[in-house]
């Protein structure tokens, strides 16, 4: 059966999904700093986005 197609969701835009390659890449970039610290930030904080950009802001 297809999938009922009104009812979509929002993406969610308040996370870092840390396994995504390009979502941790916008993240570094954005904060001018490497992936591999990204991927420490969000197994620090968690991968609620503010948290992850605050976490990035203090190093």
């Known amino acids: 059966m297809a ?27 954005k904060a001018g ?3 591999a610290e990204v991927k420490a930030a969000i197994k620090q904080v968690g991968n609620s986005r503010p948290a992850v950009e605050k976490a990035l802001k203090r190093k």
């Open 3 to 29: 999938d009922d197609k009104t009812k979509t969701g929002k993406a969610d835009r308040g996370k870092v999904a840390g396994g995504q390659k390009h979502e941790v890449a916008y993240a570094a970039k």
């Open 33 to 35: 700093v490497k992936p």
